[in-house]
Nanobody, 119 residues
Framework: QVQLVESGGGSVQAGGSLRLSCAAS????????MSWYRQAPGKQRELVAS???????NYADSVKGRFTISRDNPKNTGYLQMTVLKPEDTALYLC?????????????WGPGTQVTVSS
């Protein structure tokens, strides 16, 4: 069993910064891909950023240059550094990871952490 727990959300003014963390625990041999998604009320869930085990990254166009994804593999923890936050970044931010255990690859989600940006 694997658990993902996000932390670091909160309320900030536009232009501010937040750093989100995603800690994975349980039966983990390795984390293939760690991703951050967000979902705002009334909108579809969207991919914000992802990072593969070899360090390749992918960002949504809306966050390029403002958000940075990183990982601490020995700690099974991922991060999303968010800067120059805008009101449109307000959403529930969810961590997702594709995790290898023995011969299986499985996808897991955390419950999310709320980010609210005021103008």
């Amino acid at each position: 069993q694997v658990q993902l727990v996000e932390s670091g959300g909160g309320s900030v003014q536009a232009g501010g910064s937040l750093r989100l963390s995603c800690a994975a625990s349980g039966s983990i041999a390795s984390i293939n891909v760690m991703s951050w998604y967000r979902q705002a009320p009334g909108k579809q869930r969207e991919l914000v950023a992802s990072m593969s085990s070899d360090g390749r990254t992918n960002y949504a166009d809306s966050v390029k240059g403002r958000f940075t994804i990183s990982r601490d593999n020995p700690k099974n923890t991922g991060y999303l550094q968010m800067t120059v936050l805008k009101p449109e970044d307000t959403a529930l931010y969810l961590c997702s990871a594709v995790i290898r255990w023995e011969t299986r690859l499985s996808s897991y989600w955390g419950p999310g952490t709320q980010v609210t940006v005021s103008s």
